[in-house]
């Protein structure tokens, strides 16, 4: 895809805005840019430099995600609301196009990462608790201060903050920045190619360093293990990012949104959305983490398609969708009978989130209770039902340590038999 209107090829050392930023490593990509580490020579800060493929479609996009991020920057002035930073944007001319560009506060591994370094056995509540408090404030900030639905929220568009400042702490990040430039050089190919190969194999060092086995920016070390691993003493502080998909709640241009695995009812059905459907990934996302599983993995089956089988998974976990909400949208044709009973997929087999989390995770008795509690409502079919991120923030679970529930539970109880 590096071809006219597609991504921009980049080598390390790559300069860009005349020189300001430079090129060090690439640190992910996704379906319209590539996201590199850069050095920024005029504060001697990492940033994350995010390159837009250049067709006229992806510019468009591009625009629209830096007017969001602008507009979320200039909200929070303190920087506190755990939304991606945006630092400085700009247009870069290379081979394939105009390709517009966006440099971001440098954050960490992806909650994606997390689960995965984890070995999908997901991590302890306390843990998880931490990280939702962090996308409920991101998401509050969001839809209350700002009126804006993110539209892709799911593990991968949720980064950790970066514990190590590499340019503040070099010897613990290993990672000196690369400042020379191979085009720089007016020698002749020969002596280029080599130095570019000596700037490759520093680059491959640093990078080794700074995401391998001995440090990496958030202590995430890649060696295999046989049992979930522990992360006590790792900050989980974290942030939303890619705005890629966001939009205004008044002003929405997409009916389907969201990433298959956290998309909401409503979305599927067609039947209106707005903030609320963020919150049913949140609660998609909050399960994963805590259990390593995706919470609703449809699959397309013998005479019926990914979204009746969606639907199912949907009702299985949360109980029959109420008639009229099943049958209210534009698409519900498709999935449902007049009787509000799905057309293809007629045996549903029951299994609801709390014995779910004891029969399968095995969660004790309590925990799970308390944790499906706190979900349910997240999940509740009636999007207007939903609590929002600043109730969610107000929920119990969050609010108390684990012992500080049991202290409670017990508190309610003694209540009771002094009233019985
Ligand atoms: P896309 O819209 O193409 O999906 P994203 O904004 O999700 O792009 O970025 C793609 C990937 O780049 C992310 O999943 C992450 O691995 C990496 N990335 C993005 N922003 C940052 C950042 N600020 N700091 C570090 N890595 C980032
Ligand atoms: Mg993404």
Redesign the pocket.
């Known amino acids: 895809a590096y071809r006219k209107g597609g991504y921009h090829a980049v080598r390390i050392g790559d300069q860009f805005s005349g020189g300001r930023y430079i090129a060090q490593r690439k640190?992910?990509?996704?379906?319209?840019?590539t996201?590199w580490?850069a050095y920024d020579t005029r504060t001697s800060n990492y940033v994350?430099l995010?390159i837009q493929k250049s067709s006229l479609q992806f510019a468009q996009a591009a625009l629209h995600?830096i007017e969001l991020l602008q507009a979320a920057a200039d909200g929070d002035p303190e920087n506190t609301k755990c939304v991606?930073r945006l630092i400085d944007d700009f247009k870069h001319a290379g081979p394939n196009g105009q390709h517009l560009c966006m440099v971001?506060?440098?954050?960490?591994?992806?909650l994606l990462r997390l689960i995965k370094y984890n070995r999908y056995k997901g991590m302890e509540l306390s843990k998880v608790r931490e990280i939702c408090k962090y996308i409920l404030t991101g998401l509050d900030y969001l839809h209350r201060e700002l009126g804006m639905i993110h539209s892709d929220l799911k593990p991968?568009?949720i980064?950790l903050c970066s514990t190590i400042d590499p340019a503040k702490d070099p010897i613990r990040s290993g990672l000196t920045p690369i400042l020379e430039k191979p085009e720089g050089n007016q020698n002749g190919t020969s002596t280029m190619n080599l130095i570019e190969k000596k700037l490759k194999r520093r680059a491959k060092k640093a990078a080794a360093k700074i995401s391998g086995r001995r440090v990496s920016i958030v202590g995430l070390s890649e060696a295999p293990t046989k049992t979930k691993r522990n992360l006590d003493g790792i900050d989980m502080r974290c942030k939303v990012?890619?705005?890629?998909?966001g939009c205004w709640a008044d002003k929405k241009f997409a009916e389907e949104i969201q990433t298959r695995q956290y998309r909401a009812p409503e979305v599927i059905l067609q039947s209106g959305y707005s903030y609320s459907v963020d919150m049913w990934s949140f609660a998609c996302t909050a399960f994963e983490l805590a259990t390593g599983d995706m919470l609703f993995a449809p699959k397309e089956g013998n005479g019926y398609g990914e979204d009746e089988d969606h639907l199912a998974l949907m009702m299985e976990l949360l109980g029959k969708m109420p008639r009229k909400i099943a049958i209210g949208g534009a698409r519900s044709k498709d999935y449902f009978d007049r009787h509000g009973d799905l057309k293809r997929i007629r045996r549903l087999k029951y299994w609801p989130l709390e014995r779910l989390l004891i029969d399968k995770y095995k969660l004790p008795e309590a925990e799970a209770r308390e944790f499906a509690d706190f979900l349910c409502p997240i999940m509740d079919f009636a999007p207007e039902k939903r609590p929002t991120a600043q109730q969610c923030l107000q929920h119990p679970w969050l609010n108390l340590s684990t012992q500080n529930n049991e202290d409670q539970i017990e508190g309610k109880m003694s209540n009771m038999q002094i009233k019985g």
């Open positions: 640190l992910g990509w996704g379906q319209f840019s996201v580490l994350a995010k995600e991606v971001l506060e440098f954050l960490g591994d992806s991968e568009n980064l990012v890619d705005f890629g998909n």
